[in-house]
């Protein structure tokens, strides 16, 4: 029987920090700081003021922050009331949802447009798996969480859902805003084409260990100017980019292949086995006998 349809493979790594529901008193701050992850904010009750970089705004209960990773920021509760909120980090490996992840430092999505999506549904379902482990948590006396592998399924799954809702309300916000000098829209359109014209050569040279030097010669800029562009972009370096799109590659062709070891190396440009296996651990915490399914077949 034929396909009807059939989906691409995906092979990609979701990376959650942090995830956790919480109540701040008022006068309560947190200082200036950063992180290599995105983050997501929700306000529950109350106000909170963030400021990002030299830019400040105040959440409102209903409120969502999306904050780009590397961005400077602090949070504090200037009201007479507890500020209620929930906090995740996250990263994820896409190249694309990190393009859409990463065009501005934050964004500010207004409690009357979370309200159009299914945001505050996930929410209560993801407070719901919370509840229930904590509550065994309490009972068994442990002072570490402790998720069942279902429940470890439904944070994964309610948290794309949440990213997913919230770049929809992005793109549909931007469709609308069509207020921006033209100047920096063609700005922000050179430094996009100029990004992606560095991804497909860093992509086409990814088992040829693809210099940033020599893609930044190509497209006659400095190494500099090469790495600013693609991080403004895809929120991350050119050389971190190549290392997570092997690492999506040696995944694929550790699951879907019986390639030896020695191949899998050669074909993502190590100088041997034992050097992509010195690698591949330190990106997954495990070596690629251990990552690779025990009884594969072919399909």
């Given at each position: 029987?034929?396909?009807?349809?059939?989906?691409?493979?995906?092979?990609?790594?979701?990376?959650?920090?942090?995830?956790?529901?919480?109540?701040?008193?008022?006068?309560?701050?947190?200082?200036?700081?950063?992180?290599?992850?995105?983050?997501?904010?929700?306000?529950?009750?109350?106000?909170?003021?963030?400021?990002?970089?030299?830019?400040?705004?105040?959440?409102?209960?209903?409120?969502?922050?999306?904050?780009?990773?590397?961005?400077?920021?602090?949070?504090?509760?200037?009201?007479?009331?507890?500020?209620?909120?929930?906090?995740?980090?996250?990263?994820?490996?896409?190249?694309?949802?990190?393009?859409?992840?990463?065009?501005?430092?934050?964004?500010?999505?207004?409690?009357?447009?979370?309200?159009?999506?299914?945001?505050?549904?996930?929410?209560?379902?993801?407070?719901?798996?919370?509840?229930?482990?904590?509550?065994?948590?309490?009972?068994?006396?442990?002072?570490?969480?402790?998720?069942?592998?279902?429940?470890?399924?439904?944070?994964?799954?309610?948290?794309?859902?949440?990213?997913?809702?919230?770049?929809?309300?992005?793109?549909?916000?931007?469709?609308?805003?069509?207020?921006?000098?033209?100047?920096?829209?063609?700005?922000?359109?050179?430094?996009?084409?100029?990004?992606h014209a560095i991804e497909e050569k860093l992509s086409l040279g990814l088992c040829e260990e693809a210099s940033v030097a020599g893609v930044a010669k190509e497209l006659n800029l400095s190494?500099?100017?090469?790495?600013?562009?693609?991080?403004?972009?895809?929120?991350?370096?050119?050389?971190?980019?190549?290392?997570?799109?092997?690492?999506?590659?040696?995944?694929?062709?550790?699951?879907?292949?019986?390639?030896?070891?020695?191949?899998?190396?050669?074909?993502?440009?190590?100088?041997?086995?034992?050097?992509?296996?010195?690698?591949?651990?330190?990106?997954?915490?495990?070596?690629?006998?251990?990552?690779?399914?025990?009884?594969?077949?072919?399909?």
């Open positions: 029987m034929d396909d009807l349809y059939r989906f691409p493979n995906m092979i990609n790594t979701l990376q959650v920090v942090g995830c956790h529901f919480g109540l701040q008193p008022p006068g309560w701050h947190y200082p200036r700081h950063h992180h290599h992850l995105f983050e997501l904010l929700y306000c529950s009750e109350g106000e909170v003021v963030q400021e990002m970089n030299r830019e400040s705004i105040t959440m409102r209960q209903g409120d969502w922050l999306l904050i780009k990773s590397g961005v400077r920021h602090q949070s504090s509760n200037l009201a007479s009331v507890d500020y209620g909120y929930f906090n995740v980090h996250f990263d994820l490996d896409d190249t694309e949802i990190r393009s859409l992840l990463s065009t501005t430092p934050y964004r500010h999505i207004h409690h009357q447009d979370a309200e159009q999506s299914k945001l505050q549904f996930y929410l209560s379902e993801l407070e719901a798996v919370m509840h229930r482990n904590r509550s065994m948590d309490t009972a068994k006396q442990e002072q570490q969480p402790y998720l069942r592998f279902e429940d470890k399924l439904l944070l994964h799954s309610y948290t794309l859902l949440i990213i997913h809702d919230v770049l929809n309300l992005i793109r549909e916000h931007d469709s609308l805003s069509r207020h921006a000098p033209m100047t920096d829209k063609d700005a922000s359109l050179f430094t996009a084409d100029v990004a190494r500099s100017q090469c790495s600013k562009l693609f991080s403004k972009v895809y929120g991350l370096s050119p050389r971190q980019y190549v290392s997570r799109q092997k690492l999506n590659l040696a995944k694929e062709l550790l699951v879907t292949t019986n390639l030896p070891m020695t191949d899998i190396a050669e074909k993502l440009g190590f100088h041997s086995a034992s050097h992509f296996s010195r690698q591949f651990r330190r990106w997954t915490g495990q070596s690629p006998s251990e990552f690779k399914p025990k009884h594969h077949a072919v399909q």
